[in-house]
Each structure stands twice: as C-alpha cells, then as structure tokens.
C-alpha cells in the first residue's frame, strides 16, 4: 500500500544517542509532504486529464465508426439508384426501340398502302384520260362529219352515241 502525507506526517521515529537533528529531520519531512501531496494533485489531474482524453478519445472513435458506416450506406445506396437507374434506362431504350419499331412498320405499311392507292390513281386517271380522249375524237369526228345541220333537228341521236362512248 503506497505511503499518503499523511503517513510521512506521523511518523516517528526512535531516538539514539547521536542520532539525527530533530529540526533538520522534521524539515525535510515537510518538504517530503509538500512534494509529495503535490505529486499525488499531479498524478490526479493526469488521471482526470487521462479519463477525458480516453472519454474524447472514445467520443471520436465513435463518430469514426458512425461517419464508416453512413459512407457504407450512402455507398451501397449510391450503387443501388445506379443499378436501378441503369434498368429503368434500358426499360426505356427497350421501349422506346418496340415504339420506334411500330411506328416504322405502320410507316412502311402506310406508305405501301399509298403507294397502292397512287398507282391506283394513276390508273384511274389513264383509263380516265382514254375514255376522254375517245370521247373527243367521236365529238370531233361528229363535228367533223357532213350533214351536221341535220343533227341539229334530231338530237337524239348524238346523245346516244355520246353515251356508249363514255360507259364504253
């Protein structure tokens, strides 16, 4: 058990011829004491000083701790909106090219059918284009024949012959 001020206060010692100066003996007792009570307040505020140094030591160890795990998480988070973000990404490209597909093939299928109809037009408009071109010559050649001022008083035959020549 290590010695307190208190010990070296009370401490006796024996007396002896010839023996050490009483004064001399007590003095240095007291200065003993005094550097010695003053060693154990430094010794304490050490402790104390040690314990808040452990306790902040500890404090931060833990914000350490805390700020690995929230960058772990923020990571792993982080990795998961791009994963997610990467599949929602190609979900719409995936879209998109089923889209951009249907939409070509209503196109081609639009436009072939168009195409159809123009040369469906196209013959129309030639066949057209014959019928009144026949239609013409035979009036011209009507025009063209004699007797023209005997068709002024029948009228009836000429409707008739303009008649077959456009159903015909």
Known sequence: MPLTPLDI???EFGR???GYDEDEVNEFLDQVIKDY???IRENKEMQNQAIALQEKLNHFANIEETL???IIIAQEAADEVKNNAKKEAQLIIKEAEKNADRII?????KSRKVA??????KKQASIYRARFRTLVEAQLELLSQEGWDSLDGGGSGSGSLTSE???G
């Open 9 to 11: 206060h009370n401490k």
């Open 16 to 18: 002896r011829l010839r």
């Open 37 to 39: 009570e003053a060693l």
């Open 68 to 70: 690995s795990k929230t």
């Open 105 to 109: 093939n209503e196109s081609l299928s």
């Open 116 to 121: 159809l109809e123009v040369e469906e037009l």
């Open 165 to 167: 020549i456009i159903r």
